[in-house]
């Protein structure tokens, strides 16, 4: 985790039709939030293997190649039967519509396979990507990239996110002459996670990769590490007494 900052912002708007709940009583509503940012150390990789051919043996037989040549890999780069995930073979009909004869004309059948990989270091991706087979029927894409610790830094940022808001509370209050009394209605908004672009020498951005791979030789996909800003945010109901 490199940094955690808070800071402390009024939400009187959000929490309005909370509020309409406390008759007559003065309240405060505020908002608290903590957020940091962590290098990610999961990296997902999902790759589709389909086709679609009159030929059903030969592009069943070329997807089932395809599919037995990601499992070589999986095992040559000893990977945890955890980080890995391989769907059933689908096989579904293909048609268009052709206006002229006014029917639907069978196209044959596509067959599809979609295998999801994890890996644990960038590099691994990498690799990975450019050893995979070189085809048209071969689909990539790199979701969002992720960090292991996230659940551990999910209830941190809830505890300074709730410590956020009550120091906001207790300075509003105290400013007017009075003091919080009980909690009235507490919220959590959500867990917010997003990529953002570090400024700092040495980090790189995330980049989704995605698309057909080409029998015709291409350029190194390239791939940046990046940082995950995660984000909590609390809104608090309190009640005001003298």
């Known amino acids: ?6 800071s402390l912002v009024l939400a009187l708007s959000v929490l309005g ?3 309409q709940s406390i008759s007559g009583q003065p309240f405060i509503a505020v908002h608290g939030k903590a957020k ?3 290098v990610p150390d999961v990296f997902p990789l999902e790759i589709t293997l389909k086709d679609t051919s009159l030929d059903a043996a030969a592009t ?3 997807i089932e190649g395809h599919a037995q040549q990601v499992v070589a890999l999986t095992k040559a780069m000893t990977m945890a039967d955890r980080d890995v995930e391989i769907s059933n073979l689908s096989v579904s009909p293909e048609y268009r519509w052709d206006d002229k004869e006014d029917k639907q004309v069978f196209l044959g059948n596509t067959y599809a396979r979609t295998i999801k990989l994890r890996f644990h270091a960038l ?4 690799k990975a990507i450019d050893a995979l087979p070189k085809s048209k029927q071969v689909q990539l894409d790199t979701g969002n990239f992720q960090s292991s610790k996230q659940d551990d830094i ?3 940022l809830l505890a300074q996110a709730v410590q956020d808001a009550r120091k906001t509370a207790d300075i509003m209050a105290g400013a007017v ?4 009394g009980s909690v009235h209605n507490i919220s959590n908004q ?4 997003r990529y953002v672009e570090s400024n700092e020498a040495g980090t790189l951005d995330s980049v989704m990769v995605s698309g057909a791979r080409a029998p015709a030789p291409a350029p190194p996909v390239a791939l940046r590490e990046g940082v995950i800003q995660l984000v909590q945010d609390v809104y608090i109901i309190y009640t005001m007494a003298d």
């Open 123 to 126: 590099a691994d991706l990498q």
């Open 190 to 193: 959500g867990f917010n996670v």
């Open 17 to 19: 039709a909370q509020a």
């Open 177 to 180: 002459g009075k003091r919080i």
């Open 1 to 6: 985790m490199k940094r955690i900052s808070v």
């Open 36 to 38: 940091t940012e962590v």
């Open 154 to 156: 999910r209830r941190q």
């Open 60 to 62: 069943q037989a070329e």
